[in-house]
């Protein structure tokens, strides 16, 4: 009798223990937002300043920005299009060579963050390296797409996302993004302070000078209800 | 001998510098530099907060604050830091370049349906323009060839 009941605890324990990966799993997180600055200074010497709000939601795919300086705009991409829309009104579209599932905002709600989504990419992880307090790896594309695309190098610190850098085909540094500091919310991590120095390539093939872009968030909200018509804003015919 | 030894222990010395140079140095920056450069625009941010709802246009160009502050245009530059565009690259275009194998690696890579369609569509276009040149220089201009 007593034997049994230690059985039946220990198998109940066993199918416990066997689900805690689903449960964590089941913890879908879908959306986030996050009040943001980007700060840029090209190499001529000019500057700009973007501020507002991004949201995200992955159901809808749909990448929000409510910018509030230097004008109040709101930036919509859905697929590979931005549209731009100002007072309600669509004043721009364009391609963008971006979809919004390969942004950080993805990565983070996903938790690929730490590899930057290319375990889910078309590249390969290559050489892996310990240096100091860093884990480098490089990350390899795919062998049909080596004459387009260079190799990704990525740093790991303390298990978390701290550099990336991205080569040309020809090996040449394009530019390079330091993570500093997480905010935590929601039980994902998102980077505090993003530093990105960009190594621009002329008609040429020369590289020269460099621009440097400092984006920062705060604020940021993981799941949150309401405000469903800017997560899934409607972008306007005109 | 010593010679050798000598020339390998050079060769490993120099093989480590070599590495120092493109790893963990390669994300290190100068902070006090950057710091220094992005005075202005963090003085910028400082006072655009402060003053909720100003704008660039409002604040004008003889304020100093906004010396060599542009609205750039470029939101492609300015978003770059938040995607890696050779990674977004669309699937339409992996269809259209890589026909199957596009599908195929959208397939299981993206594991999304509408991106998967996308990829079809590409490979389905990209299908149609190879039939449509093949038909027209295998049978029209072929069969011309043949009346010289």
């Known amino acids: ?238 | 001998m010593i010679k050798k030894v000598l020339f390998s222990a050079v060769l490993a010395v120099a093989c480590n510098f070599g590495f120092a140079n493109t790893n963990a140095e390669l994300f290190q920056v100068d902070e006090q530099e950057i710091n220094a450069e992005f005075a202005q625009l963090n003085e910028l941010e400082q006072f655009v907060n402060a003053n909720e709802g100003v704008t660039l246009s409002e604040m004008g160009t003889d304020n100093p604050l906004t010396a060599n502050v542009v609205n750039s245009g470029d939101v492609l530059g300015t978003l770059s830091t938040m995607g890696e565009p050779p990674l977004g690259i669309p699937s339409f275009l992996w269809g259209f370049c890589f026909n199957v194998a596009g599908v195929a690696l959208v397939y299981f890579v993206a594991d999304d349906r509408d991106e998967t369609k996308k990829a079809f569509i590409g490979c389905a276009v990209s299908g149609g323009l190879y039939l449509l040149w093949w038909v027209f220089w295998v049978l029209v201009a072929g069969n011309a060839f043949l009346f010289f």
């Open chain 1, 1 to 238: 009798m007593k034997l049994s009941r230690i059985l039946s605890g220990a198998g109940s324990l066993l199918i416990f223990l066997m689900m805690l990966p689903n449960l964590s799993i089941g913890q879908h997180r879908f959306r986030m937002k996050a009040d943001f600055s980007i700060k840029e200074k090209n190499q001529n010497g000019q500057m700009s300043l973007t501020l507002g709000t991004v949201y995200y939601d992955r159901t809808h795919k749909k990448l929000v920005y409510q910018v509030r300086f230097p004008e109040k705009e709101t930036w919509v991409i859905t697929d590979t299009i931005f549209h731009k829309i100002v007072n309600g009104k669509l004043v721009g579209k364009q391609f963008i060579p971006m979809l919004p599932s390969s942004t950080i905002f993805d990565y983070a709600l996903s938790n690929n963050l730490g590899n930057f989504g290319l375990e889910k990419s078309f590249y390969k992880a290559g050489e892996v390296k310990k240096d100091a307090d860093q884990v480098i790896t490089t990350w390899i594309p795919d062998e049909r797409l080596k004459k387009a695309m260079g190799n990704v190098v990525i740093s790991r610190k303390n298990n978390q996302l701290y550099g990336i850098a991205f080569y040309s085909p020809k090996n040449e540094l394009l530019k390079k993004q330091l993570f500093k500091g997480m905010l935590k919310s929601g039980g994902i991590a998102f980077p505090e302070e993003i530093t990105e120095i960009i190594y621009p390539v002329s008609a040429t093939g020369t590289q020269s000078g460099k621009s440097t872009k400092i984006s920062t968030f705060k604020n940021l909200k993981v799941n949150e209800n309401g405000e469903n018509e800017i997560y899934n804003f409607p972008v306007p015919a005109k």
